[in-house]
């Protein structure tokens, strides 16, 4: 049987690359503004351990999502978490955060796809993983 282009990049398996890639592809650039300090290899095991192995399995589960992110990502956040980062990132990085309205960098959003996705599954795992 022969694949189209399409059907090779879809069932690619994924990689720290294509998992960057496939974020570039959905999510707006602004975004993208701090670097997965393991180079994605933690999300990539959590990919992995929820099901999502090829391309099109994360371009699915990131399209299914895409809106509803985006506006989480754009929401106002409360006063606390304002004044923690306002202290974190320094009052001028804080600011332009405020008035573009974007909080999540690529992991993030990729994270809170998960979240979505698998809800109370999802949730368990990262209270483990973050010791909680």
């Not at 929820?50 to 299914?64: A, E």
């Not at 979505?116 to 993983?129: G, S």
């Amino acid at each position: 049987m022969i694949l189209s282009a399409r059907q090779k990049i879809d069932n690619q398996v994924l990689s720290e690359a294509l998992v960057y890639k496939g974020l570039s592809k959905i999510f707006p650039q602004v975004n993208d503004y701090w670097k997965s300090e393991a180079g994605y290899t933690e999300e990539l095991g959590e990919l992995r351990t929820f099901g999502i192995h090829t391309v099109k399995d994360l371009r699915i589960l990131l399209k299914r999502h895409r809106r509803k992110i985006l506006e989480i990502d754009r929401s106002p956040i409360d006063l606390y978490h304002q004044k923690m980062y306002a202290e974190e990132m320094g009052a001028t990085v804080f600011n332009d955060f405020m008035r573009k309205r974007y909080w999540f960098a690529y992991p993030g959003l990729l994270r809170l796809a998960l979240e979505l996705e698998f809800k109370d599954k999802y949730e368990e795992f990262a209270n483990v993983r973050d010791h909680i």
